[in-house]
């Protein structure tokens, strides 16, 4: 199974979809998972942070999940959030999601909340492993958990066998640590989108990305040109998509991507409370720095 996701470099993190009553919008999955893949994501995360998980409930993930590999019909890897602060619940919910097919991995987030130690987070995590045969994709994310997985603590997970990669939010710093010390087929996603380039070129895999939903073919010329030993240019792709990455954080997410989405005629709806979506005035000065960026990008 980790053989399939190596090659991966570019996950979206997708929205969730909701019609204009706030429930969720199945027959808009498919335009957007098509859009996503015309634009160069080579993987999709499901029911992450960016797909509101916080206020999906468990019904609403399984359809979800559903609806995604049946739209995506085999052509890109599939990881679902199946993480909680609770373990003894995340250990049921990942058997459900276990006898799904067409599921790659579970991505499951650093317990938030209840602030566990390192030695809690380690048995937290193994437990996960242990629960069934779906691999196990760690998610450590300190501005929204309240605590963070050390880079130790990352790599003793990293040696168990169904633990197979991590999407960390610490900074290029244990970025470097973990690409030095894990072991060669660990999978090392940086989840900032501002770290995409150098994160790549110190040797992670690559980025589990918010910005992909607007910019996902400008990010793709950018990890191209690091594979041809074009770093030059893949700079001048970095520093230009800097102000995209702000923007798309410039509120909190993921509103800013659904009012470019809307915008752009890919309905994804509003999103849910407490989250409220952007202003006209947000949503104008997001569109127009991603419009510079690229009209600047469609000159190289």
């Known amino acids: 199974m980790t053989d399939q996701l190596q090659n991966v470099t570019i996950w979206t993190a997708m929205v969730t979809p909701f019609n204009t009553e706030g429930k969720l919008a199945i027959d808009k999955v498919g335009p957007l998972v098509d859009y996503l893949l015309a634009n160069e994501t080579e993987g999709l995360v499901v029911a992450g942070t960016t797909g509101e998980s916080p206020t999906l409930n468990r019904e609403e993930e399984l359809e979800l999940f559903k609806?995604?590999?049946?739209?995506?019909?085999?052509?890109?890897?599939?990881?679902c959030g199946v993480g909680t602060n609770d373990t003894a619940e995340t250990?049921?919910?990942?058997?459900?999601?276990?006898?799904?097919?067409?599921?790659?991995?579970?991505?499951?987030?650093?317990?938030?909340?209840?602030?566990?130690?390192?030695?809690?987070?380690?048995?937290?995590?193994?437990?996960?492993?242990?629960?069934?045969?779906?691999?196990?994709?760690?998610?450590n994310v300190p501005g929204r958990t309240g605590v963070s997985l050390s880079v130790e603590t990352t790599l003793s997970l990293a040696q168990l066998p169904n633990i197979i990669g991590t999407k960390d939010c610490q900074g290029l710093e244990a970025i470097a640590e973990l690409v030095e010390c894990a072991p060669d087929d660990f999978l090392i996603y940086t989840g900032e989108d501002a770290l995409a380039m150098p994160a790549k070129i110190i040797g992670a895999t690559g980025v589990i990305s918010v910005a992909s939903h607007v910019v996902g073919k400008e990010m793709f010329a950018m990890y191209q040109a690091i594979q041809l030993g074009d770093l030059i240019k893949a700079a001048k792709y970095h520093r230009v998509l800097l102000s995209t990455y702000q923007a798309v954080f410039s509120c909190p997410s993921p509103s800013p991507v659904k009012a470019i989405l809307n915008q752009w005629g890919i309905e994804v709806g509003e999103p849910r409370l407490p989250m409220v979506a952007c202003t006209n005035d947000e949503t104008m000065d997001i569109l127009t720095k991603i419009n510079q960026s690229k009209q600047i990008i469609n000159l190289y």
């Open 91 to 139: 250990v049921k919910f990942i058997k459900q999601v276990a006898e799904l097919d067409g599921i790659s991995a579970g991505l499951c987030v650093v317990p938030y909340y209840n602030k566990p130690s390192q030695e809690g987070m380690y048995r937290h995590f193994k437990t996960l492993s242990e629960a069934s045969n779906l691999p196990i994709m760690l998610y």
């Open 67 to 79: 609806e995604v590999i049946r739209c995506v019909d085999g052509r890109v890897p599939i990881i």
